[in-house]
């Protein structure tokens, strides 16, 4: 049984870095679709990167910011988060689903497996 589990959250000012992890255990071989999303008060939860063997791919309002990755043993993954602003304020959790991304990539309702979250608060 997959398990995940973020960490890495916190407050930071507009401008500011922060790295989110997320444990991976208990897969089995073959391909997975891991993502990163988030969940902001009175919003529905939205994907903002995914990634599988083909590599990343980003949401357009994160492109150029953000950064996902996984360590080489695919025991972690990351989400790398620059120049942070204050919109980007929200519940991050990470998901994963068996086979490959495809065109429904960031929709959430595709993913099987679920962290319990960590808060990013971005203040101005």
């Known amino acids: 049984q997959v398990q995940l589990a973020e960490s890495g959250g916190g407050s930071v000012q507009a401008g500011g870095s922060l790295r989110l992890s997320c444990a991976v255990s208990g897969f089995i071989e073959g391909n997975y679709c891991m993502g990163w999303f988030r969940e902001a008060p009175g919003k529905q939860r939205e994907g903002v990167a995914v990634?599988?063997?083909?590599?990343?791919s980003y949401v357009d309002v994160v492109r150029g910011r953000f950064v996902i990755s996984q360590d080489s043993t695919k025991n972690f993954l990351f989400l790398q988060m620059n120049s942070l602003k204050v919109e980007d304020t929200a519940t991050y959790y990470c998901?994963?689903?068996?086979?490959?991304?495809?065109?429904?990539?960031?929709?959430?309702?595709?993913?099987?497996?679920w962290g319990q979250g960590t808060q990013v608060t971005v203040s101005s």
């Open positions: 998901a994963s689903r068996e086979g490959l991304c495809d065109i429904w990539k960031y929709s959430s309702y595709r993913y099987t497996t």
């Open positions: 990634i599988d063997i083909g590599g990343p």
